[in-house]
Structures are given as C-alpha cells and as structure tokens.
C-alpha cells in the first residue's frame, strides 16, 4: 500500500508537505475530525485529497462552487486520479450516467454542491456506498453569520447520518471564533472531537496599506502610482459595474493596458479575461468580486480595492490573491468616505422584509404561469413598481432558490415552486439580526480603515488569531 509521501510525489509532484498538513492528514486517516483554517493558496486541498486516494472508499467533497467544480476535477483528472463531479450543469443524460458510475463503485473523489442532498435519487446512489471521508469546503458557508451563508449547509448533520457519521474535514480561508463555533454546530460535533489547525493569516510578504482619498480624480491618481511603481500582474476590485467602467475609460485615455472582468460580460468573455490574466504577464485586471474563484496565479505583485468592502472576510479573501509566490506584494484600499453609501445602498437591497417575502411567495403561488410568462419585469412591476434603483426582487428570488422554495429562474422562464416559505424568511426579528450583523461587519471593516494600529493585528484580532507584535508590514508602523 502507498503512504503519504508516494502519493505527494507521484500524483501531486511535491516532494515535501507544508506544516500542518501531514498532521491533518494523518488524523484524518486515523478516523478523526479536523477543522482547518489556512490561507487561499496554501494548500488545503491535498489535505483531504491524499487521504481520498489512501482510503478504500469513496469520499465526497461538498463545495458550494459549481464554476469551480469542473475545473477542480479536470485538474484530478490529469493527474490520473479517479475524480467526478454531480451539479446542476450536467444534462439529465450526464447526471444519470454519474448516478450510474457512482452505484457501480467508479470514483475515489465526488464533488457535489449542498443542494444535491435535495435529490431522492442521488440520496438512493448514496446508500449504496460506503463513504470513507466527507470534506466540507469553503465551511465558512455553514454558519448563517459567515459571509457567504448556504442553507443547505445547515443540513450537513442530516448528510452526516445519512453517511454513517463519516470521519470530517470542514476547511475555509477565513472564520472568526463565532464562525467556527457555528460550523461545529452544524456539523453535529463537540470541540472535544474535532482538533482546530488555524494556520493564522499572516503573511509576510504582504504589505498593508489604506490611502484616503476623495473623488475620483485622487482615485486615478493612486491607481497610477501603483500601476507605475509595480511591475507584473496586479488586480484592482470595485463594488460597482459603472465606477469600474468609468476607471476604465480614464485609464484608456492614459493608455494604461488593461482587462476588465464584471457582470455585464456574457460567460464566454469572462472566460476569455480570465484565461488571459492567467497565462500572461503584467496584466492589470479591473473587476467586481466575482473575479476570485479559479484565480490561483502565484506572481499578482499589488491587489488594491478602488472602493471599500463590505467585510473583513471579503477583503482578507480577496487580498489573499497576491503574493503566492513569496515575494514581496503591495495591498492597497484606496478609502473615499462616500464609499460607504455604496455598501449601505447593498444592505438595503440584500436584505427584504419578511412582508417582502410573503408577497412575492404569495405571487408566485397565484400567478406562477405569467411571471414565467412575462418575466422579471413582471415580477418588478408587481413587487417594486419597475424602480430601476430597488434590487430587494433579486435578492428575495436568490434566497428563495436557496432555501429550496424554487427551482429553475425567472430569466429562463422555468421557475418552479417546490416548497414552503422557511421560518427564517417569515421572522422579522431573524431578518433584522441578520442586517444588523452585516452593518456589524461593515464597521469593523471601516474601523480597519481607521486604525493607527498595526493592520496585520487589526485583523489577527478580528479573526480571533494572537499576533506576535510588530510585523513591519503596514504603511502605518
């Protein structure tokens, strides 16, 4: 039988682990539980993939990324290893010929989203297997107070039993002690049972700065500065589709080469930015949050934010990004006050009433024909008079789709009702808490911004993480 080290060299090409992962991977194969927290990029994968591949079974990877799941296994795949994934992507003809597979024995690694424990059929696939390990990516997904809650998460002990209480790996880049103490929850595990390896957040070679600026003209000013002083890639994030394109038009003029990557690009074009950013050199990409997922590029020498986030999750996340490879990386969060507008103006729009659920709930179940019919802005008229500036509609359709009370989307003319309104979106109270903890994040972050502090500790203790002191990587030390 291989051990730990054949596998690294042969199907991963490293010679040698990082610290912790061969400890978690050992407890992993002796049965036991690990919750692990470590930087993007620093290799949390192989510390669920060796095991897959040194136990008898099957081991399923519950991620809530189906642009990344393809990419994840096609990687596997290259390296011969015996890996599949089950999404909503795949025809109905794919998905059975999966099922198929997956009853038959084929399959050392299955990646699936939450949401497919929904299906009495994959469910019944799963019964005829013997599951050696569950992974849990991207665990921050479990708690309702993480940044990006999934409902179907909260149903992880279900799929636990319905596995036969499998050994556990819940892995994420960011979770503050609340956070962590949620995804045990969720899991159905006593901190006694399961070991935490937090590898922290610091990295050297990371350089944190905030600028304050005012307008765009000072905006523009810094962006050059950067552009200018940093040779090699560098990604600059805005909240805002409009304020990106205005930068870019500016930048244009000055001409300033650059990619921009947001939600007004059909999916062809955004693969074809990201697919240049990558096998390039010194590319500068303008772009929304959604460039992130898949972006594993070692050389990114400066990540800046034109606008502020709306967490400290979000922007650890993203900052995370630059700097791979070792070397020394600028991080810059360009400050303008007015900013904050943007951020408030989301808060609003992300978080519908539990009156504005039960409507659309109730109009839905009423008029399901001619909204598909009609479309969104149906849908608008009824629920927001067509106020161009009120995304609540948006909002309240994703959650449904969440949660399970619909299938399909009103874009493609398919949605279906297939449940009830949860008690969740019916509590006022709940929805208020919610809010509330999002303007919680939103001044924690705006108090980054101020500090006169180290910023590394800042965040160390944002995120529950002690902090050796001065790390002389701050513009304010």
Partial sequence: MQNI?????????????RNPQEAIIQRTLQGKHSLVIMPTGSGKSLTYQIPALLLDDLTIVISPLIALMKDQVDVLKKRNIDAEFINSSLSGTERENRYKDVARGKYKMLYVTPERFRKKEFLEILSRRRVSLLAVDEAHCISEWGHDFRPDYTR?????????????????????????????????????????FHEGIDRPNLFLEVQNVWGEDEKLAKILEIVHDHEGNGIIYFVLIKDLKSMSELLRSRKVKHLTYHGDLDTSQRK?????????????????NAFGMGIDKE?????????????????????????????????????????????????????????????????????????????????KEQMTYKNRRDFRLETALGMLDRY???EGDIESRNLQ???????????????????????????KIMMYTKTEDCRKAFIHDYFGIPHSGSCGACDNE
């Fill in 417 to 443: 009702l297939t449940g009830e309104l949860p008690e969740q979106l019916t509590d006022e109270d709940y929805l208020q808490r919610k809010k509330e903890n999002e303007q919680q994040k939103l001044y």
């Fill in 404 to 406: 399970g009370v619909t």
């Fill in 5 to 17: 080290q054949q596998i690294l060299k042969e199907y991963f090409g490293f010679d040698n682990l």
């Fill in 299 to 379: 050389n990114i020498r400066y990540v800046m934010h034109a606008q502020i986030p709306g967490s400290l999750e979000a922007y650890y996340q993203e900052i995370g990004r630059a700097g791979r490879d070792g070397k020394p990386s600028v991080c810059s969060l360009l400050y303008d006050e007015q900013d904050l507008n943007i951020q408030l103006e989301f808060m609003k729009w992300n978080n519908p009433g539990a009156g504005f659920y039960d409507r659309l709930y109730r109009l839905l179940h009423s008029d399901l024909m001619r909204a598909n019919a009609e479309g969104l802005e149906y849908l």
């Fill in 156 to 196: 992880l002990k279900e799929f636990r039993l319905l596995m036969h209480n499998p050994p556990t790996i819940a892995l994420t880049a960011t979770a503050t002690p609340d956070v962590q103490r949620d995804i045990l929850k969720q899991l159905d595990l006593s901190s006694e049972e399961v070991q935490l």
């Fill in 272 to 288: 074809k930015v990201q697919d240049v950013f990558m096998n390039g050199e010194n590319n500068l990409v303008l772009a929304t």
